[in-house]
């Protein structure tokens, strides 16, 4: 079962609201990601957990702040958005590290996504 | 840095034929990984098939394969038998990674319209 779920699919929300985003595996795997599509633009990655602990953030502005509650939950809280963050909001996740074949196998499944429309 | 190049935006295609999606990368690592990624117009990115580039024999998974030329640094997806459900975007990837894990670098993609 290579299955990610996000939730919700759609999210409206105004540039003062806050709101978060979720994502869940049962693959036992131990790194999660974020990555930020916009229309017709491939993904950029925003933040890598690995073992629950925050290894790679992408410069992301601080409104965007993510939280890995335990080895199969990775969230996103929004807060303060601005319409250009409006986009699909992309979590996958990947084995993770350790052993001899290291991270360029790694292969990275992905959830449906997050649409997210700030107002 | 890790770079990919697609150089087909967009590329039609009779259904029941194959297609082929060109991929050209750039790293100066030894051991590397590439992807290629479905995307249809859900949102959802379906992982297709991979290659290590010490892999001796090209990739095959069901209809798809991939077509490695390491020397050229090039690695086509091929499509073969195609359905209206292949209709889609179609990302090659390569892992920007080390320790701290692992960063995926897509290409620009293309756009996949199989006709009836």
């Known amino acids: 079962d290579t299955e990610v779920t996000q939730t919700p699919k759609h999210l409206v929300m105004g540039m003062t609201n806050k709101k978060s985003l979720k994502c869940e595996q049962h693959?036992?795997?131990?790194?999660m990601y974020w990555y930020k599509q916009k229309a017709k633009k491939p993904p950029e990655l925003m933040f890598v957990?690995?073992?629950?602990?925050?290894?790679i953030n992408e410069s992301v502005p601080s409104r965007f702040s993510p939280e890995c509650p335990n080895s199969s939950l990775l969230n996103l809280h929004l807060h303060a958005l601005q319409p250009e963050d409006s986009a699909l909001y992309l979590c996958?996740?990947?084995?993770?590290?350790?052993?001899?074949?290291?991270?360029?196998?790694?292969?990275?499944?992905f959830g449906p996504g997050t649409r997210l429309l700030v107002l | 840095a890790q770079k990919i190049t697609q150089t087909q935006p967009g590329m039609f295609v009779q259904e029941k034929e194959a297609v082929t999606l060109d991929c050209t990368y750039d790293?100066?690592?030894?051991?590397?990984?590439l992807f290629w990624y479905k995307q249809p117009s859900s949102g959802e990115m379906i992982f297709l098939i991979y290659?290590?580039?010490?892999?001796?024999q090209n990739a095959t998974e069901g209809r798809y394969s991939l077509n490695f030329q390491k020397a050229r640094k090039s690695a086509n997806l091929v499509i073969s038998a195609s359905q209206l459900g292949d209709s889609a975007m179609y990302f090659c990837?390569?892992?920007?990674?080390?320790?701290?894990?692992?960063?995926?670098?897509f290409g620009q993609g293309t756009e996949l319209s199989v006709k009836p």
């Open positions: 996958a996740s990947s084995q993770g590290p350790g052993g001899l074949a290291g991270w360029g196998t790694e292969t990275q499944y």
């Open positions: 693959m036992g795997h131990r790194a």
């Open positions: 957990y690995s073992y629950e602990k925050l290894s």
């Open positions: 790293t100066s690592d030894q051991s590397y990984g």
């Open positions: 290659q290590g580039s010490y892999d001796e």
């Open positions: 990837a390569m892992l920007e990674g080390d320790n701290q894990g692992g960063k995926l670098i």
